[in-house]
């Protein structure tokens, strides 16, 4: 499976440097978007984006990239950009991922920001390919009112622009918004554009130049909790006798419009579908199969409000907050469990050992703003390093644990802005020789025995002054 | 070098334990079950619950513990805490007994330094089973010192289970009276260890151990008025030696000195009324080693009675004047309130309302001395009475403890703990004494039939020969059916102490755990759910006013400045508060503005039958707060002398700042099946006002099961 990757990779760089070297700037203007598909998903607090481009070769020499732009406030809340191409024919088609990243260009209006998609197979003059790109946007939809009563539910505004920003020429486009509920105070019209049920539909617009905009804006009634995680410390504790610990701090803010005045206990119990219907009363969290020792505590002691449902696939565990979250409450928890060591730690062939885990917040539809994963290696393991899909800050720190004397290898990873799509796995690389499980249970068998000399040694020995 | 099979049979006979060395392995095992026994007994509230801090004032214990770990000594010792009392502030450093902190402090250290990973707090939740678990091996070395290891031994065990100790000392209650109980009574077995050998040693021993007691616990004050009390029995029963006048010199001085490195106690020694009879004591040994040294010198009997005589006279006179003085002058302080109500139980009640109203300050029922003692309760007088059949130094002492601590056992509930060691340790020596007896019995009537009498046994055991020979078939099966009967009693006091252990000392207090419908366990945890809310969703420097009761807790785990808490100290802050809760909205709305108020906090036990709620608390609320301001009269929320929250209530009551609170919006709450909306289950009747409206406050916050009810305070309406 690694080799065909790398010489994908291998292909796409020599081409990418041959077409850097030739033609850089024209192959902008040689591609041209025949028609576009756009589909926003409103309805949780992450904003998902399907765009189905199909691309066109307008010029005369190949080309294997084609750029996406964003305006500036929208990539700051953008967590993750995917490209697919559909390869096959009728039934038989597969979805091939493609490499993006995010590039700058010198001539580039108003700021905008760009990224690139690298086609497996360069487009040649005359052809067109589809790609379906998804990207998903966090912090996107702003509450307005900004503040709202126990009894009122959450109004939202989006932004966004009707017509797709593209470096390209798009001969026909259409965007589908897809709201929460029918409630939807206020659109932007921009003609032909109509609503039907849940959903708005801009377009069909023909021939727009490259880099149009034309702003929208987007108020309608959106009452699903917005669990944000504002930063998230995930430990990952490998031990060679079998277990594997995880421990997971959360900082959960309700990041949706501010509670404003009275809590009302008694509303909240008796009419519990008009009273605080944005507020977050639970949380869901999908943990790996065979999970043990769940517990769930803050700061001050143990929350017994959480169930935990295991089946042979996946393990769920359903979590209250000990209060119901509204609008800028803010709760903070540790999650900890523990994992059969089989399932997550194997050996290379050439002897190494690596941990394969799973990145992201373990939470349903949560937005992590800032994650910090860390991997305790037991003591004494040798050369870490650490294997991630996109791209992450690293160090390394030292951990002292239970009855440890040189201190753990900790492998630290951050990254920021995180949805649940970065549930990817990551792999972290190291060597360790079995006899450093031995050192703990021998230094703790040796201090019971010199205790027991010790005992033998008082009882035989008369350390009277006097006799 | 011999032949092999002699050496192979010496190496087996070195194998085989001789008897003194087996009595040492059995005795060595014993402790160490009796030591593991204390520690799990303990557990059972971390088993039913979790590892967790109990009750009020561990919460404190625990957040200046926290302090302590994470700024160290210096920053602790010299901490002004600007989080409780406000706008006052306590000096934290000088106003505690550093004692527990720096103990735990002290383990998490070493456990740390050994590379134990634990969290402070799991150090503080097992320091008081810690301590109880050394505690059984002081009691076990006291009863070898007054009796013997048997009486030893049993001391152990019995003090390892007793429910009057293990009140105090469960898995969490991380409490003073935790490690202070193992500190009085190694103090004191210290000290009669001193004055049974005159040794130096022990006697500086007992002042390091008088030390820790000071620093840990204000019940010191018992260690330094018994001690002296002690040695002027012995003095009065012409037990008078150089072994007592080197253990009580050297305990008082340097025990004194030592003392007074403890901020929190300072010059008391020297100062206060309650440590004068310790000097007095300790003046009027000088004045015996004197008159001993004339007699000594003087041969003439007349002579000496007629010196003796003048210098008695001089001696009292000088100091009952220097006393007179001291008193008039103002140098030594009166005795203190909390004092006064141990000689009379009755001047609480009537002068200082803030130390009544404490429900473990109350004076002892007979039901709660049979359930912290059990079979102790008339081992007890037994074991006194073999003290008496074998006076000695050692055994005064014991007798003397006993006897002063049952007294005050018997004024308040909470000092049951201190008697606890003495009844143990007694009751030890009756068992032991009486098990020993008739087990000398049932086996020296073996050796009677062999080998006749043997000679160089105790005096005991000659006198139960002698009326064996008498009646011997009768006195055998009486001696077993006796031994089984002491078994029997010992197992069933094994069995309470289990179940009082588990059924009513291993609640924290701060969850609380009913049954439901269906014989499940229910779990209300509405306590922390609102210190946590506190806690993150509140300004960082919000102040919140509630009873001084949870104080502490809103402190430790909601992390928010409090008006009042547990450490009573200002009694004109607490009755402003309670004149607050006891007055109509708009007065308290200028109080809780005087006072910068943010959140007003109470609990609520309506919804859930939860008895021990504000609104049974309210009276010592108007009690207190009428003491100080007297426009608060405590009639005006009676009905012909009852307390009433129905549609008989006084209209004071019914209008009053804490009934408000509480029944905010719970006229609309329907609580039992077939019962009127608004029905107190706490209570047992349907509020009188359920149409509650609130002007100046409104509700920031109520837990699921209504048992906290936060209430914010409206900013002042604009001027315009």
């Known amino acids: ?467 | 070098m011999a032949t092999m099979p002699a050496s192979a049979s010496d190496l087996l006979k070195s194998f085989k334990l001789k008897t003194k060395q087996q009595e040492l392995l059995i005795r060595v095992s014993i402790l160490c079950l009796v030591y593991i026994l204390a520690f799990i007994t303990r557990l059972f509230s971390v088993l039913r619950y979790e590892s967790m801090i109990h009750e009020f004032d561990p919460y404190f214990n625990y957040r200046t513990t926290l302090y302590l770990t994470e700024n160290g000594f210096y920053d602790f010792w010299n901490w002004f805490d600007y989080e409780s009392w406000y706008p006052l502030g306590r000096i934290v450093g000088g106003t505690l007994y550093p004692g527990l902190m720096v103990t735990a402090v002290l383990i998490y250290r070493i456990l740390r330094f050994l590379r134990f990973a634990v969290h402070i707090r799991e150090v503080c939740v097992l320091t008081a089973p810690f301590f109880a678990s050394n505690t059984t091996l002081v009691a076990y070395f006291f009863g070898k010192e007054i009796w013997d290891s048997g009486a030893g031994l049993v001391a152990a065990i019995l003090i390892a289970i007793c429910p009057g100790y293990i009140s105090r000392s469960v898995a969490g209650s991380y409490d003073n009276e935790g490690v202070a109980i193992f500190a009085l009574l190694f103090t004191f077995y210290v000290f009669v260890k001193a004055v049974n050998t005159g040794s130096l040693a022990w006697s500086l021993a007992s002042a390091f151990g008088y030390f820790y007691m000071v620093s840990a616990w204000g019940g010191y004050v018992f260690i330094i008025n018994l001690i002296p009390l002690y040695v002027l029995v012995l003095l009065i029963t012409g037990r008078y030696s150089m072994r007592l006048y080197v253990a009580y010199n050297c305990m008082y001085i340097l025990g004194m000195l030592l003392a007074m490195q403890i901020r929190f106690v300072g010059f008391q020694h020297v100062q206060s009324g309650e440590h004068m009879a310790a000097m007095g004591v300790f003046f009027l040994m000088q004045v015996f080693y004197f008159l001993d040294w004339v007699k000594h010198m003087l041969s003439d009997t007349k002579l000496f009675q007629a010196f003796l005589r003048i210098t008695v006279t001089c001696a009292v006179a000088v100091g009952g004047i220097a006393l007179g003085l001291g008193m008039v002058s103002g140098y030594i302080s009166p005795w203190t309130g909390r004092f006064y109500s141990l000689l009379d139980p009755t001047y609480a009640k009537d002068h200082i309302p803030i130390i009544a109203s404490v429900s473990e300050h109350q004076p002892t029922a007979w039901s709660s001395f049979m359930f912290d003692f059990h079979i102790l309760l008339f081992l007890f007088p037994a074991g006194l009475y073999f003290c008496f059949k074998r006076l000695s130094d050692a055994t005064i002492f014991i007798v003397m403890y006993g006897l002063t601590s049952m007294y005050f056992a018997g004024v308040m509930v909470r000092l049951i703990l201190v008697a606890t060691p003495a009844v143990c340790l007694i009751s030890a020596i009756a068992v032991s004494a009486t098990v020993k007896n008739l087990t000398v019995l049932l086996r020296s009537k073996n050796k009677v039939v062999q080998t006749g009498s043997t000679k160089g046994s105790g005096g005991s055991k000659s006198s139960s020969k002698a009326l064996l020979d008498q009646s011997q078939p009768f006195q055998k099966n009486g001696a077993i059916a006796l031994l089984f009967g002491a078994f029997y009693l010992l197992s069933r006091y094994a069995t309470h102490c289990t179940w009082v252990t588990s059924e009513a000392y291993s609640s924290p207090s701060i969850v609380l755990a009913a049954r439901g419908a269906h014989g499940n366990r229910v779990i209300f945890d509405d306590y922390r759910e609102a210190y946590f809310w506190l806690r993150q969703n509140t300004p960082q420097d919000a102040k919140v006013m509630s009873w001084w009761d949870y104080g502490y807790q809103i402190t430790a785990m909601g992390n928010r400045t409090v008006i009042v808490d547990n450490n009573t100290w200002n009694n004109t802050h607490i009755a402003t508060v309670g004149r607050a809760m006891s007055s109509y909205e708009d007065e308290a709305i200028e109080i809780i503005r005087s006072l910068d108020v943010d959140y007003v906090l109470v609990v609520f036990g309506g919804v859930t039958g939860y008895s021990s709620d504000d609104i049974n608390k309210f009276l010592w609320m108007v009690r207190i707060g009428g003491g100080v301001f007297p426009v608060i009269k405590e009639p005006d929320y009676l009905v012909n002398g009852e307390y009433r929250v129905d549609k008989g209530a006084a209209p004071k009551m019914l209008n009053c700042l804490m009934y408000k609170l509480c029944y905010y919006r719970f006229g609309e709450m329907l609580t039992e099946y077939g019962k009127p909306p608004g029905y107190d289950r706490a209570r047992g009747v349907e509020i009188g006002n359920k149409d509650v409206k609130l002007e100046h406050l409104e509700e920031a916050f109520t837990t699921s099961n209504w048992i906290v009810r936060i209430y914010r305070v409206k900013p002042p309406n604009n001027r315009w």
């Open chain 1, 1 to 467: 499976m690694d080799a065909p990757i790398r010489a994908r990779e291998a292909l796409g760089f020599i081409l990418f440097s041959l077409l850097f070297s030739i033609c850089r700037s024209s192959s902008l203007n040689h591609l041209l978007i025949s028609n576009a598909e756009r589909r926003i998903d409103l309805s949780s607090h992450i904003v998902k984006v399907y765009l189905t481009l199909k691309v066109e070769n307008a010029g005369s020499t190949p080309t294997s990239e084609v750029f996406l732009s964003f305006p500036p406030t929208q990539v700051d809340h953008l967590a993750t950009v995917e490209a697919l191409v559909t390869k096959g024919k009728r039934k038989k088609t597969t979805l091939v991922r493609l490499d993006v990243k995010p590039t700058e260009l010198p001539d580039a209006p108003n700021d905008a920001k760009y990224f690139t998609i690298y086609l497996a197979n360069p487009l040649k003059s005359g052809e067109s390919t589809t790609l379906e790109v998804l990207y998903l946007l966090t912090h996107s939809q702003e509450p307005f009112p900004a503040e709202i009563a126990q009894s009122e539910s959450q109004l939202v505004y989006y932004r966004d622009s009707a017509l797709i920003l593209s470096p390209y020429h798009i001969k026909q486009q259409t965007t589908f918004i897809k709201t929460p509920s029918t409630k939807v105070e206020s659109f932007t019209r921009v003609e032909p554009s109509n609503r039907a049920g849940t959903e708005i539909k801009y377009g069909p617009y023909e021939d727009h130049p490259p880099y149009s905009f034309s702003p929208i804006l987007i108020h309608f009634e959106n009452n699903s909790p917005f669990a944000v995680v504002e930063e998230l410390v995930r430990e990952v504790e490998i031990s060679h006798w079998g277990n594997l610990q995880v421990t997971e701090q959360y900082t959960l803010v309700h990041a949706g419009a501010r509670h404003k005045g009275v809590f009302s206990r008694v509303d909240f119990q008796s009419r519990p579908t008009l009273n605080g219907a944005s507020s977050l009363r639970y949380l869901l969290a999908r943990l790996p199969p065979r999970v043990h020792s769940v517990y769930y505590r803050d700061e001050i002691g143990n929350i017994s409000s959480s169930h935990l449902r295991t089946d042979s696939r996946k393990s769920e565990l359903e979590i209250e907050p000990r209060y119901p979250l509204f609008g800028g409450w803010k709760a903070t928890f540790v999650i900890g469990y523990g994992l059969p060591l089989q399932d997550f730690l194997f050996e290379t062939s050439d002897d190494r050992r690596y941990l394969n885990f799973t990145f992201g917040c373990p939470l349903l539809e949560t937005v992590v703003d800032k994650l910090t994963v860390k991997v305790v290696l037991p003591e004494g393991s040798k050369d870490p390093s650490a294997v991630v899909p996109f791209p992450v800050e690293q160090h390394l720190e030292t951990k002292y644990s239970y009855l440890d004397v040189v201190g753990r290898t900790v492998v630290v990873m951050e990254k920021k802005n995180l949805v649940p799509t970065h549930n990817s796995h990551f792999q972290v690389y190291y060597t360790f020789k079995p006899i450093f499980m031995l050192a703990e249970p021998l230094m703790l068998a040796s201090a019971f025995f010199l205790f027991f000399v010790a005992c033998v040694a008082y009882l035989h020995i008369d350390l009277s002054i006097r006799k």
